[in-house]
């Protein structure tokens, strides 16, 4: 009896001491978050350019907007007569180049994460409602996705704009209007996977509404596919703001565009290159964080699926 009761005791303790060891799934998950270095570095960068332009008031030394033609093309800090008071220079308006670049990445992150969430309720909305009905209604919201498919989408944006006449705004709702398909055929293809499987079929028997099911049993398992694409669709949208601000169509001046920054700093690529290098490179490194923590987050969240 007693060697027994000692091999349960000792048994217990075993698997005490495994159910301890065992990763909890937040410690798994952490683990998968830093030890993914592209998130990571997406996050930081995207953190650090958000900071930026959240804390533009206080941190920019000089208005954004203040002109003064004595100190046009005023070189920056890394140039032999570059100054402190300016470190990243001035445009060919006599503005600092540091203040626009911060206040600029507020113009950015607006119209992406704005033309995101206008596009993403339009195109989930409508790819929930024809992955779960099928039938006609799929029919018909599958010529819709054709035909705006078929649509190119600068060429609409600069009809459009060039009617209507650019600003802030108009860009924000144009893009908006024009970038939903992405959203629109993954959220229908993973409504499809979900919609026989044994839960729904539950949840219909059990009384639920339609409502509830989209909104309680739908959404919450294609939520990270909708992440992945929100983040790539805010990314296409600053690259198409800065498009259509290069081309004169998007945010219209004095408003510190990156687009719009290099397209007045073009002039002067030759014999001031950096006028157009800065803005550049902040556009690209913005894009690229953005990819970067899409990216991260379909691997996160969706291991299995990668090779």
């Not at 998130?39 to 900071?51: Q, R, Y």
């Not at 409508?126 to 992955?131: F, K, V």
């Not at 229908?188 to 996977?193: E, L």
Request: hydrophobic residues 50%; proline residues 5%; neutral net charge.
């Amino acid at each position: 009896m007693g060697s027994v009761g000692s091999t349960l005791n000792s048994t217990t303790t075993l698997e005490q001491v495994e159910g301890i060891l065992e990763p909890t799934p937040g410690a798994i998950l952490r683990r998968r978050i830093f030890g993914h270095r592209g998130f990571m570095l997406g996050a930081i960068v995207l953190v650090l350019i958000l900071a930026m332009a959240l804390l533009a008031p206080v941190l920019a030394p000089h208005d954004p907007y203040d002109q003064q033609l004595s100190r046009r093309l005023i070189n920056p800090i890394w140039h032999a007569d570059g100054t402190w008071t300016y470190p990243l220079g001035t445009d060919s308006m006599g503005r600092g180049y540091f203040s626009r670049l911060m206040y600029g990445a507020r113009i950015s992150l607006l119209i992406g994460i704005s033309a995101m969430l206008i596009s993403g309720i339009i195109g989930s909305t409508i790819g929930i409602l024809a992955g779960y009905f099928g039938g006609k209604v799929d029919m018909v919201i599958s010529f819709l996705i054709t035909v705006r498919l078929a649509m190119p989408v600068v060429l609409v944006a600069l009809a459009v704009v060039a009617l209507i006449g650019g600003s802030l705004q108009v860009v924000i709702f144009v893009l908006g209007l024009l970038i939903w398909d992405r959203f629109a055929v993954v959220m229908r293809s993973s409504t499809q996977q979900l919609r026989s499987l044994d839960y729904i079929n539950a949840a219909k028997a059990a009384g639920c509404s339609t409502l509830r099911i989209l909104l309680t049993e739908i959404l919450p398992n294609i939520l990270n596919n909708l992440i992945v694409v929100a983040t790539l669709e805010m990314a296409r949208a600053i690259i198409l703001e800065a498009a259509l601000s290069f081309l004169g169509l998007g945010v219209q001046p004095p408003l510190p565009s990156w687009g719009l920054m290099i397209s007045e700093g073009r002039e002067y690529m030759l014999f001031s290159p950096w006028i157009i290098t800065i803005p550049g490179v902040a556009l690209f490194m913005l894009v690229l964080s953005i990819n970067l923590l899409g990216d991260g987050i379909r691997d996160i969240t969706a291991p299995e699926s990668r090779g």
